[in-house]
């Protein structure tokens, strides 16, 4: 079993930054992908940002240039750095993290005010 924890949520007017931790724990011999997922009231759970297997990063075109995806593979910890936040950012952000199987946390409230 892994266990998936994220922090970091808040409130913020639009302009402002928050950061964004998730750390995964348990049975973790190897991460295939580590990465970001959020949905706003009424609508589908949509893709933020994420670590491949190859170290590479993926960003979703509403976000890249303001967000940032870093990790700790010491801690099998990601962040998410995210400046100019807009009030479209609002949503529940989750963490996902697939090993043989995909794992997902509780999720985090990000609100943005105008």
């Known amino acids: 079993q892994v266990r998936v924890v994220e922090s970091g949520g808040g409130s913020v007017q639009a302009g402002g930054s928050l950061r964004l931790s998730c750390a995964a724990s348990?049975?973790?011999?190897?991460?295939?992908?580590m990465g970001w997922y959020r949905q706003a009231p009424g609508k589908q759970r949509e893709f933020v940002a994420q670590?491949?297997?190859?170290?590479?990063?993926n960003y979703a075109d509403s976000v890249k240039g303001r967000f940032t995806i870093s990790r700790d593979n010491a801690k099998n910890t990601v962040y998410l750095q995210m400046n100019s936040l807009k009030p479209e950012d609002t949503a529940v952000y989750y963490c996902?993290?697939?090993?043989?199987?995909?794992?997902w946390g509780q999720g985090t409230q990000v609100t943005v005010s105008s």
């Open positions: 348990g049975s973790i011999l190897f991460i295939n992908a």
């Open positions: 670590f491949t297997s190859g170290g590479r990063t």
């Open positions: 996902r993290v697939v090993v043989a199987n995909d794992y």
